[in-house]
């Protein structure tokens, strides 16, 4: 299953700080968590980023998350995850739903 996550980090950390601990996830292979492959991944200067996932289960999912977590506490000021489809399946999929709503 496909996830969309944006997210705010917490601008009183020290970026430098906090690609260490990025780094060291990685290294351990703590992030992206077994069962999750991270498709993009993006950061801004204002602190805040986006990724695209795919992950096997919720479990694998929350793993990733709580890494970053457990790694650094505070490290988000906001998080929010969603399932997420291609709009080219999204959008026939809404107008047959639609049909049999209105039917």
Do not use: C
Request: no cysteine.
């Amino acid at each position: 299953m496909r996830f969309i996550t944006y997210f705010e980090l917490n601008p009183k950390f020290d970026p430098s700080e906090i690609a260490e601990i990025g780094i060291d996830l990685m290294k351990r292979k703590l992030y992206p968590a077994e069962g999750v492959k991270t498709l993009a991944w993006y950061m801004t200067p204002g602190n805040w980023g986006i990724s695209v996932s795919e992950a096997e289960s919720v479990e694998a999912l929350m793993n990733n998350v709580h890494a970053w977590r457990i790694a650094k506490p505070g490290i988000f000021t906001f998080f929010k995850i969603e399932p997420a489809m291609d709009t080219k399946e999204l959008i026939p999929m809404g107008v047959q739903l639609a049909k049999r709503v209105k039917g």
